[in-house]
C-alpha cells in the first residue's frame, strides 16, 4: 500500500514510520482477503445444496494454500468426539483417525476462531490429545463454519500456511456461512441460534433476523436496524461486527441523541487547529477512530442537518474533511445505524434527508417487540440472571422459580428486553439481601392486580366498579386462606419453620418473615 509521504516521515521519525507500514501493511491484508472472498463469493451462491458450497470452500482453499488434505466436515452429536454426516473434499470420504484431529476440530469450533499450528505432534496445546498422536503430523490449520462445520488443511510434507492465506480463508469462511444460512429447522429448544453472537431467542422473529444478519454481516454496505426502544439494536449492530471480516478491528458505537449539536460536527470529523474558540490542537474524529472497522450510530434520527449532510458525502464517496481543514480524508469502515422511529415518514421534531435514509437502508434489519416473541423469555430470564449475578462480586448463581417464569412469559413488555433486565435486577438485589437462592415472586414486588398480562381483568369499561368491589372482597379471604394452608404446613411439620417452608416450596427466610408479619403465629 503506497503511503504518501512515507520517506519524510522515515527520515524525521523512524520509529513512527515503522509503525504507519505495519498499519498499512494489516490494512492492506485485511482489504485483501475481502476482496478474495468475495470474488468467490457468486460461485457460492451458485451454488446448489450444503455440499455443493462446502466443494467450492474446499476448492478455494486448496488452490489458495496447496495443502495436500483439505476436507470441510459437518457433524452431529458432542464436539468432543462429533459424528461426521456431511465431508466435502478428500473424495468425500469419513475421515479416518489418522487423517484428521477431532481435538483441533472442537477447539476451533468451541472458540469460534481458527487454529493454527506449524507442528501438531510438537504443539504443547495439543500434547494430550490421542488423535494429533495418531495423525501424521505436520502443518495444520481449522477454520470454523458455525454452527456445526469445519474447514480442515493438512500439510503432512511439511511447510507452513501463509498470514495472507489465513486471512483469506476467514473470510471466506464468514460468506460461506452466511450461504448457508441455519440449518431447515431449529434445535428443539434451542435458546439461540448458533453462529450470532449476543442474541437469544428461538422464536420465528428471531430466526428470521439471525437468517438477515448472517447475509448481512459479510457485505460492505451500510445498515439500518430498526427496532422500539430497549430490543437489543446495538446487541444486533455487535454481531453484524463481529460476524464481517471487519470483526478484528474497532466498533466505535456513539448515541447521536447524546452529542449536543455544537460538538456534533467535531465529534464525528475531527476538527483543525484553530478551526474555532478553544481548538488549541487538532483532534480526530469517531470515523478516523473507525478505521477499516464499524462505526455504531444509534439513534441516527437525532443528527443534526448538517451533520447528515456530511455523513450524506461520507456514505457517497467514501471521503470527508475535518473542521476546518482542505484536505480529504478517507473513510475505509461500515456505517450500521439504529433508530427507534419512522425515518421515512415526516414526524414533529423530525427532519431527516431521503436521501440519507436510502443510503443508510441497504442493508434494513428489524429487531421484533419481547411483547412479539414471548416464548423466547424464559431463555432470555435465565441469560439476563446469569448475567446479572456474575455483576455481583462473590454471588452464587440464583434461580427463578417456576410461577416467576410464567408470570415474566405473561406480562406486557413496552421497555423490551431492558425492562426484563432491570426486573431481573430487582429481584437478584432482594435475593441476596434476604439470603435467599432462588428468585421469587415477593422478590419482584408484584401483587395479583399487578400483572400486566392480557390473561389478567383490567378496571376499564361496563362493570369495572362491581370488579372491584368483588376484589376488595377477594383480598381478605385470600388473606385468611394463605393463613390456614401456611399453619397447617407448620403443624404438619411439628412446628419445624425449616421443613413447613419446603413442604410449601418457598425459603425459610420468606416463611420467618411472613410469620413475623402475623405476629409469629399463622
Known amino acids: 500500500m503506497d503511503i504518501p509521504g512515507l520517506e519524510e516521515l522515515k527520515r524525521a521519525d523512524p520509529g513512527a514510520a515503522q509503525r504507519l507500514e505495519v498499519w498499512a501493511n494489516r490494512l492492506s491484508a485485511r482489504l485483501d482477503a475481502a476482496e478474495w472472498a468475495a470474488a468467490h463469493l457468486p460461485a457460492l451462491c451458485a451454488a446448489a445444496g450444503r455440499s455443493a458450497v462446502l466443494n467450492v470452500l474446499?476448492?478455494?482453499a486448496r488452490e489458495e494454500t496447496g495443502a495436500a488434505d483439505v476436507c470441510a466436515v459437518w457433524w452431529s452429536g458432542d464436539l468432543r468426539s462429533p459424528s461426521f454426516r456431511l465431508v466435502a473434499g478428500s473424495a468425500g470420504a469419513i475421515p479416518a483417525p489418522d487423517a484428521i484431529s477431532r481435538t483441533i476440530v472442537a477447539q476451533a469450533s468451541t472458540a469460534g476462531r481458527a487454529v493454527w499450528t506449524e507442528?501438531?505432534?510438537?504443539d504443547a496445546r495439543f500434547a494430550l490429545a490421542q488423535s494429533v498422536v495418531l495423525s501424521v503430523g505436520g502443518a495444520v490449520g481449522c477454520v470454523p463454519l458455525p454452527p456445526d462445520g469445519a474447514l480442515y488443511l493438512a500439510r503432512p510434507e511439511?511447510?507452513?500456511f501463509r498470514s495472507r492465506s489465513k486471512l483469506r480463508l476467514d473470510a471466506l469462511a464468514q460468506f460461506v456461512t452466511a450461504v448457508l444460512g441455519p440449518e431447515d429447522s431449529p434445535?428443539?429448544?434451542?435458546?439461540?441460534?448458533?453462529g450470532v453472537p449476543g442474541l437469544i431467542g428461538a422464536s420465528r422473529p428471531m430466526r428470521e433476523l439471525f437468517a438477515a444478519i448472517r447475509a448481512f454481516a459479510p457485505m460492505p454496505w451500510p445498515a439500518l436496524i430498526l427496532g422500539q426502544t430497549g430490543t437489543g439494536k446495538e446487541a444486533v449492530a455487535r454481531a453484524l461486527h463481529e460476524l464481517s471480516h471487519r470483526s478484528n478491528s474497532p466498533l466505535v458505537a456513539v448515541n447521536c441523541a447524546s452529542v449536543p449539536d455544537e460538538l456534533a460536527e467535531s465529534t464525528f470529523f475531527g476538527h483543525e487547529r484553530g478551526a474555532f474558540t478553544g481548538a488549541d490542537r487538532s483532534r480526530d474524529g469517531l470515523l478516523h477512530r473507525t478505521a477499516d472497522g464499524t462505526l455504531f450510530l444509534d439513534e441516527v434520527g437525532e443528527l443534526s442537518?448538517?451533520?447528515q449532510a456530511k455523513l450524506l458525502r461520507v456514505l457517497q464517496e467514501g471521503c470527508y474533511q475535518r473542521v476546518g481543514g482542505e484536505h480529504d480524508l478517507r473513510f475505509r469502515g461500515r456505517i450500521v445505524a439504529a433508530t427507534h422511529r419512522s425515518l421515512d415518514k415526516p414526524s414533529p421534531g423530525l427532519t431527516f434527508r431521503n436521501d440519507l435514509f436510502h443510503r443508510l437502508s441497504a442493508c434494513v434489519l428489524r429487531v421484533p417487540a419481547l411483547n412479539d416473541r414471548r416464548e423466547d423469555v424464559p431463555a432470555l430470564a435465565a441469560f439476563l440472571l446469569e448475567r446479572a449475578c456474575a455483576q455481583v462480586p462473590g454471588t452464587a448463581p440464583l434461580a427463578l422459580h417456576a410461577d416467576v417464569v410464567r408470570r415474566l412469559q405473561q406480562r406486557d413488555w413496552p421497555g423490551n428486553v431492558r425492562e426484563l433486565e432491570n426486573v431481573l435486577r430487582t429481584g437478584v438485589a432482594r435475593a441476596i439481601a434476604w439470603g435467599d437462592e432462588t428468585i421469587l415472586r415477593e422478590h419482584l414486588d408484584w401483587d395479583d392486580g399487578e400483572d400486566r398480562g392480557s390473561d389478567h381483568p383490567t378496571a376499564e369499561g361496563p362493570g369495572a366498579a362491581e370488579r372491584t368491589d368483588d376484589l376488595q372482597g377477594l383480598l381478605p379471604a385470600t388473606s385468611a386462606f394463605q393463613r390456614r394452608f401456611v399453619r397447617e404446613a407448620v403443624?404438619?411439620?411439628?412446628?419445624?419453620?425449616a421443613k413447613a417452608a419446603k413442604r410449601l416450596g418457598v425459603s425459610p427466610q420468606w416463611l420467618h418473615r411472613l410469620l413475623a408479619k402475623w405476629g409469629g403465629e399463622a
Open 491 to 497: 403443624e404438619a411439620a411439628g412446628g419445624n419453620k
Open 187 to 194: 434445535p428443539q429448544g434451542a435458546a439461540s441460534q448458533p
Open 305 to 307: 442537518a448538517r451533520v
Open 158 to 160: 511439511g511447510g507452513r
Open 119 to 122: 507442528e501438531a505432534r510438537t
Open 58 to 60: 474446499v476448492d478455494a
